[in-house]
């Protein structure tokens, strides 16, 4: 009988403390949904994410920059006014630059991109779309290829796919793309160009 007992306590211990587990592990996938460090000291990525956590990720950081692909008003103006006021109270950067949904590699707005990710003073850095998965993947992908001397295989490699079998065929065209063209059309993009970070 009291071994009983201590069995059933056991079994109910162990699915609270499994319960609560559950609870925390979910609380904490949707407060830092899809946040990963990318190369450490210089660029992380998430999705979108609540004011007060980008406030906090940035001081843990010491974010200079947070960079926002989006498209303007994407996540409804009141998110992106939040964003604005959480990141600035912080001293650090927001850059609302959306990435084109094209696997135009010649896309002037991907020349902004290139160009930004160029200047050491934006390091670190945190990146984000809504969802943390394709633009940022693209943003990244540019990242690897001009300023880490990577291929695309090995950024796409490199990323994580938050569950998914593979990156969508979107971003695998896109990062190809620029692997083929950008030292055509970004003659200045090199690793050498953030050498002063990373010696």
Known sequence: MLRRRKTRIAIAVALAAGLLYGAWARYAHERYKHLAVHEPGMVYRSAWLDPEVFAELIEEHQFRCVVNLCNPGEMG?????????????????????????????GDPAVA??????????????????QHGVTRTAKFLAIYDIAYRD???????????????????????????????????????????ALDVLRY
């Open 112 to 129: 902004r991109h290139v160009e930004f990710l160029g200047d050491p003073d934006n390091y670190p850095l945190l990146v984000h779309c």
């Open 150 to 192: 990577m291929t695309a295989a090995e950024s796409l490699a490199l990323q994580p796919l938050f569950g998914r079998d593979d990156h969508n065929v979107h971003v695998r065209a896109f990062a190809r793309q620029f692997e083929r063209r950008y030292r055509e059309l970004f003659r200045s993009a090199s690793p050498s």
């Open 77 to 105: 103006q009141r998110r992106w006014e939040e964003q604005r006021r959480a990141v600035r109270s912080t001293g650090a950067q927001l850059i609302e630059m959306p990435m084109p949904m094209s696997v135009n590699v």
